[in-house]
């Protein structure tokens, strides 16, 4: 047997790595393109008889990993590989644009981590960032397998909830809004050497606000690469953010768009992409379609319909299988290289922006469009957001038209003619900006000053944002951050459902709140079921209803959830199904009360004792609501559910949904309730409600607050019962008031106002 010198110096000569190269030689710009999966295919043949070591765990490589090698140096993205590193080594930014199937999104993390490698990770490691949890997780499990390294060792992932990686992980995928959360504690990202912006033409406001503070750490980490991945070409406002000047662009080759077909089919294009997967699937051709619709609904009930159809189909068709794939949350997505079974086509049902969602599909020929998308535009004058349906951009339409491949086709459900945007609008100038501004105050005391924006938020929806942090005593005198402001920012939760959370350790009811606030951040629990089946679904949901609101039935559900799921004889799934209650997200609730709970005891915050049903502990669970959401109280003006919303002056109903709004006739309604959301453009419906009075309100609500808002009946109430009535309710507040002294636990409570 060699000696191990030996070895180790044959197998480098056969990989023929750049590895050796120190930090110096790499900054100075040599090249770091020959790497080791460059020279296997050359080192093989000449070393059959020596075992090829992997460079990231000093393992051999598997078979697999040749296998997989081969298919990898097929993709457009390989060709630009050389180009690439080159570039990383010489400059600090990079930006590559090229399609999902293009291989960007899996290949280029590889290649920056062999960088970091090439100067022994002094500088850190690799961060591949997503904006859907569900495509981080696929992308890590794939790099992973072409790697040949382990899950959660060498390549992770972290997402909501959930963290599969170590303190040295190599390369760990993420959701962006995971990385602006580690720069709370890490807000020069010193543990990367390199951060990759994936989607960064989505320009979702999450990353719109990573790529400004990356340009003040640049600054400050001279040695810091970063690297935007986009399927459009970038627009010159974005190419010069970081530097002033254009920063290198590679543009890789995408895979050209087959036959395209356009139609005009007006407002119906719905019932025409079920006529063509239709048609699709009796002309026999091979291979599986995805149409792309414009909302939820839409997806579910595409499904439902095609689930119908496809019973009576011919056998000798085959099986049509309808997938629903909603944006940002998980589906039957395909697996790249995964092999086809019987004679399945399968109808990928999503909607914008779920383009790279199929990045690993090979089986996709056929692509529907419908050419619209679904934005929500906040409006901060009424405090909720407006739905507007609107053309996809140019590069969507673009990237659509590549998903089938250069001989599949593209049924485009719009005229040819028709003038789509030049570029997608960017989220941060039409959402609710209140959750960012309360992390950029956080990371003004982190060092990070400044946060130089592509496009800069709406200044209406920015003041709006400010108003309401001082409404919520998260900001001081001088417009800094305040220390509730510094604890609300350590919760994954709306600034408004953090500080409903603080006040709850004042008032002892944090074991319930903590379940509200998981129940709401969480996706709803409550399935959706066909027409038929509604007045079932109803009934079951009833059997949770408390009398005082929505938000006390949460609790009822999801204990009863967890008490089904302590019983060794109840199958959880299927009780979910019978109640018509969503499973995962019932899980995804549960994990997030788990992490909320470890929250508050990190901070060192008490965790009352259960004490749901009690009187005091319904009070209590109130008065923690309206603390955090006094903003959004309104009153039934006329005694037959048309509520007035205080802040604004609009008139909404309470949502059919509702426990309250199950009763009909509309009889017993309360008259002050508490809301949680108020649907304006969809149904003009107020969502997830409970009944507050006019006593609670204003012993709850800031006081400048209330002298702001708009003058109606509502506030004249309010005013009289101020002047008039403060001995009524001074009368009903316990011991745990502002005003009386407390007992025992002074030195455990925070502080509210």
């Known amino acids: 047997m060699k000696s191990e010198p030996d070895d180790w110096e044959l197998t480098w000569m056969a990989q023929d790595i750049t590895t050796t190269l120190t930090g110096e030689d790499c900054f100075e710009g040599k090249s770091l393109c020959c790497s ?43 060709k630009a590989k050389c180009d690439f590193m080159d570039t990383l080594a010489k400059g600090q930014f990079v930006n590559v644009s090229g399609s999902a199937k293009t291989g960007r999104s899996s290949q280029i993390p590889q290649w ?26 696929d992308l890590a499990l794939r790099v992973a397998d072409e790697m040949d390294v382990n899950i959660g060792h060498e390549v992770g992932y972290s997402i909501p909830l959930e963290t599969c990686c170590t303190n040295d992980t190599v390369l760990r995928y993420c959701t962006d809004d995971m990385l602006l959360r580690e720069m709370m504690s890490d807000p020069l990202l010193e543990r990367y050497g390199v951060v990759v912006v994936d989607q960064a033409h989505q320009r979702t406001v999450a990353t719109d606000v990573l790529q400004g503070l990356l340009k003040d750490i640049a600054l400050q980490r001279p040695e810091l690469r970063v690297v935007l991945l986009s399927a459009v070409e970038p627009e010159p406002k974005q190419l010069a953010h970081f530097t002033g000047s254009a920063v290198p662009l590679i543009r890789l080759e995408s895979p050209g768009a087959g036959e395209v077909v356009h139609s005009s089919t007006g407002d119906s294009y719905f019932c025409s992409a079920l006529r063509l997967v239709l048609e699709i699937h009796h002309s026999e051709e091979e291979g599986d379609v995805v149409v792309f619709l414009v909302t939820a609904q839409e997806i579910d009930l595409a499904h439902d319909i095609l689930c119908h159809e496809g019973h009576s189909l011919p056998p000798d068709l085959g099986e049509l299988l309808p997938v629903a794939v909603h944006p940002g949350q998980p589906g039957n997505l395909p697996i790249l290289g995964e092999e086809e079974t019987g004679r399945t086509r399968r109808v990928f049902l999503t ?20 050419g619209l998308e679904k934005r929500y535009v906040y409006n901060p004058r009424i405090r909720t957001n407006s739905v507007i349906i609107q053309p996809i951009s140019k590069g969507q339409a673009k990237s659509r038209k590549q998903l089938a491949g250069p001989t599949g086709k593209c049924f485009c459900l719009y005229p040819e003619d028709r003038q ?9 100038v039409e959402s609710n900006i209140t959750s960012t501004v309360l992390f950029l105050k956080r990371m003004e005391i982190a060092g990070l000053h400044h946060c130089d924006f592509i496009d800069r938020p709406d200044p209406g929806g920015l003041m709006q944002a ?119 997200a019932l899980q995804m609730a549960d994990a997030l009360r788990t992490e909320l709970t470890d929250t508050l005891k990190r901070i060192e915050l008490p965790v009352s004792v259960p004490a749901f049903g ?14 955090g959401f006094f903003m959004q109280v309104a009153r039934d003006v006329d005694g037959s559910g048309n509520y007035f919303i205080l802040t604004h002056k609009h008139v909404a109903q309470i949502s059919p949904l509702s426990g309250y709004g199950a009763k009909s006739p509309k009889l017993g309604l309360p008259e002050w309730v508490l809301f949680h959301e108020h649907s304006f453009s969809e149904d003009n419906c107020l969502r997830t409600i409970t009944h507050t009075t006019p006593e609670q309100f204003i012993e709850m609500a800031p006081q400048y607050f209330f002298y702001n808002l708009p003058p109606s009946e509502s506030k004249d109430i309010l005013q009289n019962i101020l002047n ?30």
Request: proline share 5%; glycine share 4%.
């Open 36 to 78: 080791d999966t460059d020279a296997l295919s050359q080192g093989d043949k000449e070393y059959d008889d020596i075992l090829e070591l992997n460079q990231f765990d000093g393992l051999p490589y598997s078979s697999r990993f040749y296998k997989l090698l081969r298919e990898r140096k097929e993709l457009p993205v390989w």
């Open 112 to 137: 920056c981590a062999e960088f970091c490698l090439s100067v022994q990770f002094q500088h850190g490691m690799v961060v591949c960032t997503q904006i859907h949890a569900q495509q981080a997780v």
């Open 351 to 370: 909607s914008s922006p779920n383009e790279d969602f199929f990045w690993a599909a090979g089986s996709i020929s056929f692509v529907i469009d419908a």
């Open 420 to 428: 789509l945007p030049a570029e997608t609008r960017p989220h941060i």
């Open 466 to 584: 400010l108003e309401e942090l001082d409404y919520l005593a998260a900001l001081d005198n001088d417009g800094n951050l305040s220390e509730m402001g510094i604890i609300m920012s350590e919760f994954p939760l709306e600034p408004q459902m953090a500080k409903t959370l603080l006040a709850s350790c004042e008032f002892d009811c944090v074991s319930e709140v903590v379940i509200i606030a998981a129940m709401l951040t969480a996706p709803t629990c409550f399935m959706v079921p066909s027409v038929d089946l509604k007045p079932e679904a109803t009934q079951c949901h009833m059997k949770f209803q408390h009398p005082e609101g929505d938000h006390f039935t949460l609790i009822n559900i999801y204990k009863a959830f967890k008490q089904c799921q302590q019983d060794p004889y109840c199958n959880v799934e299927k009780w979910c199904q019978d109640f018509y209650l969503n499973h995962a």
């Open 614 to 627: 009690s009187r005091s502990n319904t009070l209590n669970i109130k008065r923690a609501l309206l603390a």
């Open 724 to 753: 008039h009535g403060a001995s009524q309710y001074e009368e009903e507040k316990p011991t745990t008031s502002h005003e009386e002294p407390r007992e025992d636990q002074t030195y455990d409570r925070c502080v509210i106002q």
